[in-house]
């Protein structure tokens, strides 16, 4: 069965080759970025090793240590420039076999529509994968409208995905890997809100969004928000209808580690929004990612075929 990984990571050769040259890359240092044994993989290792997980298509997003939304936007812009054309040649190179997301300067909004507009419409990439904030800076923020628009007219896929160990439970409790465990679901219910609350998805209707990690605690805890737009009156300043409204507006990756969990996404926002997401090539990625979905009791054979390659298929048009 064909299977398209929208949540699968690159450190990009560009990168890798000045750091073992001791060159700086950049304003980035050699020595100062961690790199995972499986990350300097060539394309073509890769691709081995998607042979071996039976995955066809990597949707290939240049990892989130890349984003550098604290750094000087005209450099970063110029790095993200490079990653994405590193991406862009991937696809060229293996046309059935990469699609590509890019890095977009999220710093300076302009900059970052410039960037995702020659990424999608110069070299094929299908978005971009962006934090879920901006320096502190949540979406619903005004200044990020005029990116939100200029996506949802490129058809552009935003895939919302956290920094590193980066999240709002670093500052409560940064031991026991609980900034990635718990910290990535909070951050991505959090960016849900702040996207639904905030208005952006009836401003940008056909703004297409995609939660990493099957949307975090968004499901578990949509009947809360309800309750809060229903009593309190600060939570219907931008919108005339419950949170839960918003759900099937949003796609959401399959990462959750647990059947029950993914059947209960399932059953909240319809099986045509759970798409096929390993986080490879992590140590927190879903080890033999098509056969834990095949082999998944409580789905049925449609359920499957669905998260593994159908959605994707439409939603990317691939
Ligand atoms: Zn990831």
Redesign the pocket.
Known sequence: MRSIDV?A?LTPQCFIRAMQAGQAWHGIQPGTMRIAPRAVWTPEQRLADMNSLGVDVHVV?T??AFYYYDGDATTVAAMHRECNDEVHQMTIDYPDRFKGLAQIPMQEPATAIAELDRAVNQRGLVGAMINDTANGRTYDEPEFLPLWKAAEQMGALMFI??QGGDTLVTPRLNRYHLANTIGNLVDRAVTFASFVFGGVMDKCPDLKICL??GGGYTCYGIGRMDRGWQVRSEARVNIQQPPSAYLKKFYYDC?THSEAALRYLIDTVGIDRVVF?T?WP?D??IDWPVSWVLGLQSLTQEEKEAILWKNLEKLLGI
């Open positions: 949540h990571h997003s990892g989130a995905h956290q990493a990690h990462l997401g986080d992590a927190m990625a």
